[in-house]
């Protein structure tokens, strides 16, 4: 098994993002989605990984997996995979994939630092972990999209709107206040919980990551980094960490 050109899969609930891997430098990544083998088999000429790591085991990934070249290795993140952090949580594996490989990513970007770790996807999760990597804990709430689509099913007359950067002062019609209640609910939530992790364990770094963290690190009054390719990083991390049974 090559150690040297990897391929990790990072396969959410709305997209699917790859990141190609030479000598543990990423070189290639973006959404892969949609891609059928013809894309896949041409994107492997280009970057021929002979590793491939997913971090689940769900239909999705079974379906892009059957894409790829069948000679390459392939991992999974399952009970057995090892961590290069400790947990506050009693069963580290009921501690969400994609936040896992955050963590495992910003001991990569920002080791021995305490880190707030804020993705910002389908739901806004937020993991501290302190400088001698030890995971101590976070907070769920609901993402940007799934509360409007809240408020449009759970009511009888609200619509449902897509999340929008163009948020005004106040509302004046049903629809800017529910954006206006969302988009800035949810800039208040994030600042709040900085403040109580700040209260709670003095300074540190804070990276945001996820779907919707460009229009967040606009609106947050804090000195935030953001990085897109965080979980990817962490991904490779747990690769070159681990010992993975091929599936």
Known sequence: MSKNQHLVLDIGNTHTKYGYFEENVLKYSGLCSDWSKEEWTSFHKKAPFTTVLAGTVGASTKQTLSLLPQSCDVAFIDNTTKYPFTTAYD?????????????????VTHPKTAVLVIDAGSCITYDYIDAKAHHLGGAISPGRAMRYNAMHVFTANLPLL???????????????????????????????HIEAFTQ???????????GDANFLIKNIKYTIFADAELTLIGLQNLLMFNTFHEK
Not at 167 to 176: C, E, F, I, L
Request: aromatic share 4%.
């Open 91 to 107: 069963d580290i594996n009921t501690l969400g994939i994609d936040r896992r490989a955050a963590l495992a990513g910003v001991l």
């Open 162 to 192: 897509n999340p929008t950067d163009e948020v005004p002062p106040v509302g004046t019609s049903t629809s800017s206040s529910m954006s206006l209640g969302v988009e800035a609910g949810i800039v208040s939530e994030i600042q709040a």
């Open 200 to 210: 709670n364990f003095g300074d540190f770094t804070i990276i945001l990551t996820g």
